[in-house]
């Protein structure tokens, strides 16, 4: 038996610590789509702040929904 034989029989590979790795780039999307959309809502105050606060609420519920992508990233991560 050669030595690429034994260390081939000898070496298995299992997918441990792949589901943080999938987490960590699922991560990416919803990070970047909240700094954008927080960044957004604070141009939409500073050129019209009268409609402050329906412009919070607006950018309360895109952060909500780009939040959910990241949660749907961990779950998946765990599952697969």
Same mark, same amino acid.
């Given at each position: 038996?050669?030595?690429?034989? +034994?260390?081939?029989?000898?070496?298995?590979? +299992?997918?441990?610590?792949?589901?943080?790795? @999938?987490?960590?780039?699922?991560?990416?999307?919803?990070?970047? @789509?909240? @700094?954008?959309?927080?960044?957004?809502?604070?141009?939409?105050?500073?050129?019209?702040?009268?409609?402050?606060?329906?412009?919070?609420? +607006?950018?309360?519920?895109?952060?909500?929904?780009?939040?959910?992508?990241?949660?749907? @990233?961990?779950?998946?991560?765990?599952?697969?």
């Amino acid at each position: 038996m050669s030595i690429a034989q +034994t260390l081939a029989a000898d070496s298995t590979i +299992t997918g441990k610590g792949f589901g943080a790795i @999938g987490y960590g780039l699922a991560a990416i999307g919803p990070g970047i @789509g909240v @700094g954008i959309v927080a960044g957004k809502a604070i141009e939409g105050i500073a050129r019209q702040p009268e409609l402050a606060g329906q412009i919070r609420t +607006t950018m309360f519920l895109g952060i909500a929904l780009s939040e959910a992508l990241a949660l749907i @990233g961990i779950v998946a991560g765990f599952i697969f």
